[in-house]
């Protein structure tokens, strides 16, 4: 028997990142039992709903509607519904919307509910092989401003580093990588709990003049050892 579910809370409920399998027991409870779930993409998330025959009515829930959505929400969390917020895959806040809504949620006193679950960064680092005794995750690097800068301070990092990045910048990252940083043992995991998962144990020179991900489709976290101390 799981926990009851509580009206005017907000539970931050984490979603597969690949494989449908890689849900919570109570996750899916959650979902279920909800009055209703904010959603990043309503289409991937009745996608995982239909396959767990869960309905329920979606409210989408993405970047550019934030504005417009926080206040909704709000006002429905405080009237007694319970609310579920998922992102498109991964753990809310990761790398996702979340952030407004949570802090919204805090200043109106609302009790959040968040749940562990899959996040993308977690099995690369594992699988790495590298420290993680202690490991920065710095998600994404920005695409223009600050890019630059962003990398020079990574450089002088001395924990494992993990950044996101997706197939339409994969190989320039790695190339700055390189540029900036020099050689280093990265591993790259690739499409993770996926059908075409892998998992590439390297250096930056080597990716980057084997050219290994030019072709590649799919999605990348990309672990870099930190700078030796
Ligand atoms: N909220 C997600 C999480 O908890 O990991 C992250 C969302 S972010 C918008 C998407 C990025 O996460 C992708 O560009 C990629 O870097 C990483 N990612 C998500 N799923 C992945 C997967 N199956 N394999 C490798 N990387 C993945």
Redesign the pocket.
């Known amino acids: 028997m799981g926990e009851e579910i509580v009206g005017g809370t907000l539970y931050v409920v ?1 979603t597969p ?2 494989n449908l399998e890689d849900i919570t027991l109570r996750a899916l409870r959650i979902l279920k039992e909800v009055t209703i779930i904010a959603a990043e993409d309503t289409r991937t998330t009745k996608v995982l709903l239909d396959h767990y025959n869960i309905q329920k009515p979606l409210l989408s829930f993405y970047s550019q509607n934030e504005a417009v959505r926080v206040p909704q929400i709000i006002q429905r969390l405080l009237s007694g519904e319970s609310v579920a917020l998922v ?6 806040g ?3 919307p979340a952030h407004s809504i949570i802090t919204a949620a805090i200043e109106n006193s609302i009790p959040i509910v968040p749940l562990p679950g ?4 977690v099995p ?1 680092l594992v699988a790495s092989g590298m420290p993680t005794h202690e490991f920065i995750f710095a998600g ?1 690097l920005p695409h223009k401003k600050g890019r630059r800068t962003k990398m020079e301070r990574l450089r002088e990092e001395e924990r494992t580093i993990v950044l ?3 197939v339409h910048r994969i190989e320039k990252t790695l190339t700055e990588l390189l540029e900036c940083f020099g050689d280093r043992k990265v591993t790259v ?6 059908k075409f998962e892998t998992i590439t144990r390297s250096t930056l020179y080597t990716l980057v003049h084997n050219y290994t991900f030019r072709n590649s489709k ?4 990309i672990v870099i050892d930190g700078k030796e101390s």
């Open positions: 984490p990142i690949g992102s498109d895959a991964g753990t809310p990761i790398s996702d899959p996040t993308a960064f690369a994404f996101y990045e997706s995991g690739r499409e993770l709990t996926k799919g999605e990348f976290v």
